[in-house]
T-cell receptor
């Protein structure tokens, strides 16, 4: 069974304090690993897709990396507007199957 | 491109009534739509997968008679919560895959998500 585990559940940072969010996964053939941002009362917003170990992608203050067992979302010098829930999901490499989500990490950045 | 809308964004109803939530793909045709439910401070829980013209496939523990899903066209799927009760209060999110999509597109985008519908049952 595909599983995605995110840690920590919640993270509180001071503005400018860099940190990383973790996503550990087990999947029967990885087609892709996805990171989404979700603001309260809204649907998930696509951030990144990673496909193979060693891959990295960046967007503004965010950088996502991937190994064979986990992915990290690094947040450099965060700002209060980065406060959100960050969701990790995997897509299995077979058929038209849905994304499997982790429980998310709730990030709060304090000014 | 690839915009998914939901209507209504918020709904409040009395216990025992039925509520219909619409999910539309605005600028693409969706071969597959997914319905998720999200409780406060929890992640998205897949309820069902629907393919246009076919019966929905429900996840274990989701009552198909309570959560009626219709995917009658390539741009519209509806979720009807029948005889709603307070415990059905939740945030419902739909998601879609493009008809013309294939392995490479699904691999790139995964799924496109709607903005969600907040259901409150009194």
């Amino acid at each position: 069974e595909d599983q995605v585990t995110q840690s920590p559940e919640a993270l509180r940072l001071q503005e400018g304090e860099s940190s990383s969010l973790n996503c550990s996964y087990t999947v029967s053939g990885l087609r892709g690993l996805f990171w989404y941002r979700q603001d309260p009362g809204k649907g998930p917003e696509f951030l990144f897709t990673l496909y193979s170990a060693g891959e990295e992608k960046e967007k503004e203050r965010l950088k996502a990396t991937l190994t064979k067992k986990e992915s990290f979302l690094h947040i450099t010098a965060p700002k209060p507007e980065d406060s959100a829930t960050y969701l990790c999901a995997v897509l299995r490499n077979s058929g038209n199957t849905p994304l499997v989500f982790g429980k998310g990490t709730r990030l709060s950045v304090i000014a | 491109g690839a915009v998914v809308s939901q209507h209504p964004s918020r709904v409040i109803c009395k216990s025992g009534t039925s509520v219909k939530i619409e999910c539309r793909s605005l600028d693409f045709q969706a071969t597959t739509m997914f319905w998720y439910r999200q409780f406060p401070k929890q992640s998205l829980m897949l309820m069902a997968t629907s393919n246009e013209g076919s019966k929905a496939t429900y996840e274990q523990g989701v009552e198909k008679d309570k959560f009626l899903i219709n995917h009658a066209s390539l741009t519209l799927s509806t979720l009807t919560v029948t005889s709603a009760h307070p415990e059905d209060s939740s945030f419902y999110i739909c998601s879609a895959r493009r008809l013309a999509g294939d392995y490479n597109e699904w691999r790139k985008w995964g799924q496109f998500f709607g903005p969600g519908t907040r259901l409150t049952v009194l």
